[in-house]
């Protein structure tokens, strides 16, 4: 078997040119073998600055730890885009709490908390889950997707 001297693949036997880089074939060698010896393939090369934007603006609506962890870890914390996505994330876990904690409060009432308790916990919390989704699908395809209030707030906050 032959590989290329340049990206290391596997070339067809007897063809002049690589067909991944288009290098062509001569007496280089990989790794020590001459040209047309068997020789390992190439490494893939290492990535130094991490996940890619895209899929980390998208782990940070997956609970509150990986947007706490975008903003303190070094290649996350200078990225805007990260930012926007981690603080809308914290942002909306807030205004969240703050909700399901208001709505508590009318639960302990009579009558209505059996419509508190039976009808918008669920509802909200099936609302809140499905934006938490669409939010992350937003971030996975590279949009910045701005929640009414909370979005003006993480812009605000991503740029500083």
């Not at 929640?147 to 707030?153: E, Q």
Request: with cysteine; proline share 6%.
């Amino acid at each position: 078997m032959a590989f290329c001297a340049k990206c290391g693949a596997q070339m067809v036997e007897g063809s002049t040119f690589c067909g991944s880089c288009g290098a062509v074939a001569g007496s280089a060698a990989v790794g020590g073998a001459p040209m047309g010896a068997a020789a390992p393939a190439a490494a893939p090369a290492a990535t130094s600055s991490g996940m890619a934007p895209n899929v980390a603006g998208a782990l940070a609506y997956f609970t509150i730890i990986p947007a706490i962890i975008f903003l303190v870890v070094d290649p996350y914390k200078t990225d805007r885009t990260i930012r926007f996505h981690a603080f809308q994330s914290l942002f909306l876990a807030a205004a969240t709490f703050a909700i399901f904690f208001l709505l508590g409060f009318f639960a302990i009432i009579p009558f209505v908390g059996w419509i508190v308790g039976l009808i918008l916990f669920p509802l909200l919390g099936l609302t809140i889950f499905a934006l938490v989704i669409f939010c992350m699908y937003k971030a996975y395809n590279g949009e910045q997707f701005m929640l009414p209030v909370i979005g003006k707030l993480a812009q605000d906050q991503a740029a500083k």
